[in-house]
């Protein structure tokens, strides 16, 4: 069982709040999660709509089935069951308690209006992901904060050999705790098989009712072949023969059920010289290998798709960091007419900025710096730093504020915060 660096923000959640979700993708340990908090002490009763039985009970008499609960219950998969919502809400009206109800979904409720109403300020999100590089190694990264630190050293961190093939083997197993808990390739591929087939049977079905289910997964594998490029929904309606009406719909349960993630543009109110397209990612890099029929075998540094699934690997870290941070930046891509661009842009809440570059190269050169020194341009005093994370092994000063990071640095720990930044 891996430790779940969300835990702490769980329970101080659970300290102060009504209710509670944990929401995130299928497998990605939200019961395991939920489940492993019994031990501090507080009993509560657990129950998952998983179940067939507990799931029609709460269907057929919701306002009687919360009426039934203990005072403290932990409800399982609760997007089966959207009715509840407002029942809850009524409940909690009536007794205000901390951690009386925590919840976990595989739908994301702020993406559907109906469930996201229900508990507005009554109840707190967290997002769990799929493992992050520090949970499988038992390391608690801290380079969120080290980018947003008033100072940061970078050489404080102990350097490590990240051999090339061990890397790439971390990116094509991902972070679903039940694929990384298997060496086999093969079974691997199995689970990856399995898990698609369980969203497109249940969660999506729940979500919205869809006649042709097998839209859904060519969309997602047409989306596969395009991470890290800007998402044009003309080009890919064009492609795949539907819609943009239709493809939207598909895309948005692809997006609400956590299975894509999208990087809006950072504009700072810069004008219209910005391209004003989002980015396109999966959420994890086992899946995405899986559905690009990747492997060992088949990858090589020169070759696509290999620079757009690195750079989802460093988004999809950096985000799982970002959930369990103090700072907790929005996440941006920055792209010009001109075609000045940074792969990543991190804003905290005091409009502070920073850059950050990704390389699927062992080498750099002037020419890899090129789009955060004019994003430093453009954004003024709100620039903090920049970094270019790439697959080397040396770190480059290539300016006071610009650095370039090999890739461990990403799950070092905190030793490179010299001063903790202040959130405005």
């Given amino acids: 069982m891996?430790?779940?660096?969300?835990?702490?923000?769980?329970?101080?959640?659970?300290?102060?709040?009504?209710?509670?979700?944990?929401?995130?993708?299928?497998?990605?340990?939200?019961?395991?999660?939920?489940?492993?908090?019994?031990?501090?002490?507080?009993?509560?009763?657990?129950?998952?709509?998983?179940?067939?039985?507990?799931?029609?009970?709460?269907?057929?008499?919701?306002?009687?089935?919360?009426?039934?609960?203990?005072?403290?219950?932990?409800?399982?998969?609760?997007?089966?069951?959207?009715?509840?919502?407002?029942?809850?809400?009524?409940?909690?009206?009536?007794?205000?308690?901390?951690?009386?109800?925590?919840?976990?979904?595989?739908?994301?409720?702020?993406?559907?209006?109906?469930?996201?109403?229900?508990?507005?300020?009554?109840?707190?999100?967290?997002?769990?992901?799929?493992?992050?590089?520090?949970?499988?190694?038992?390391?608690?990264?801290?380079?969120?904060?080290?980018?947003?630190?008033?100072?940061?050293?970078?050489?404080s961190a102990t350097p490590e050999v990240v051999p090339r093939d061990a890397l790439w083997k971390a990116i094509l197993t991902g972070g679903?705790?039940?694929?990384?808990?298997?060496?086999?390739?093969a079974r691997q591929a199995a689970w990856f098989r399995s898990y698609l087939s369980t969203i497109l049977q249940r969660d999506v079905r729940d979500i919205s009712n869809i006649a042709d289910l097998s839209a859904v997964p060519r969309l997602l594998s047409v989306l596969a072949t395009r991470v890290g490029g800007l998402l044009n929904f003309a080009d890919v309606s064009r492609s795949m023969a539907i819609p943009q009406t239709t493809l939207k719909r598909y895309f948005s349960i692809l997006e609400a059920t956590f299975i894509i993630q999208v990087l809006q543009p950072w504009s700072g109110n810069l004008g219209q010289r910005l391209i004003q397209t989002p980015k396109v990612y999966l959420n994890d890099t086992g899946l995405l290998a899986h559905l690009l029929g990747l492997n060992s075998d088949r990858l090589s540094l020169d070759g696509t798709p290999v620079g757009g699934v690195f750079e989802n690997f460093i988004l999809m870290e950096?985000?799982?960091?970002?959930?369990?941070?103090?700072?907790?930046?929005?996440?941006?891509?920055?792209?010009?007419?001109?075609?000045?661009?940074?792969?990543?842009?991190?804003?905290?809440?005091?409009?502070?900025?920073?850059?950050?570059?990704?390389?699927?190269?062992?080498?750099?050169?002037?020419?890899?710096?090129?789009?955060?020194?004019?994003?430093?341009?453009?954004?003024?005093?709100?620039?903090?730093r920049g970094v270019i994370l790439y697959t080397g092994t040396d770190r480059i000063p290539f300016a006071a504020d610009i650095h370039g990071l090999p890739i461990f640095h990403l799950w070092a720990g905190d030793q490179c915060q010299k001063k903790s930044a202040s959130v405005r």
């Fill in 318 to 384: 950096l985000r799982k960091q970002s959930a369990w941070s103090k700072t907790q930046p929005g996440f941006f891509h920055w792209r010009t007419a001109g075609g000045r661009e940074v792969d990543i842009v991190l804003e905290d809440r005091a409009g502070r900025v920073v850059g950050i570059e990704v390389k699927a190269g062992a080498t750099l050169g002037g020419t890899d710096v090129r789009g955060l020194q004019a994003l430093k341009e453009a954004v003024g005093n709100r620039w903090l």
């Fill in 176 to 185: 679903y705790p039940p694929v990384v808990a298997r060496d086999a390739v």
């Fill in 2 to 155: 891996f430790r779940r660096h969300l835990t702490e923000n769980l329970l101080l959640a659970l300290e102060d709040t009504p209710a509670v979700l944990v929401n995130g993708s299928r497998q990605c340990g939200k019961s395991t999660l939920v489940q492993s908090i019994e031990a501090t002490g507080v009993r509560r009763q657990y129950l998952t709509f998983d179940d067939p039985g507990i799931l029609a009970a709460a269907r057929r008499d919701p306002q009687g089935f919360v009426a039934g609960l203990s005072s403290a219950v932990t409800l399982d998969e609760v997007q089966h069951v959207p009715e509840l919502f407002p029942v809850i809400k009524a409940s909690i009206d009536r007794r205000r308690q901390p951690g009386r109800y925590l919840l976990t979904g595989s739908a994301n409720v702020l993406l559907l209006p109906q469930l996201s109403e229900s508990l507005a300020g009554r109840m707190e999100l967290l997002t769990l992901s799929p493992l992050s590089q520090g949970e499988i190694r038992g390391v608690r990264e801290g380079f969120v904060e080290a980018l947003f630190a008033d100072e940061t050293d970078w050489t």
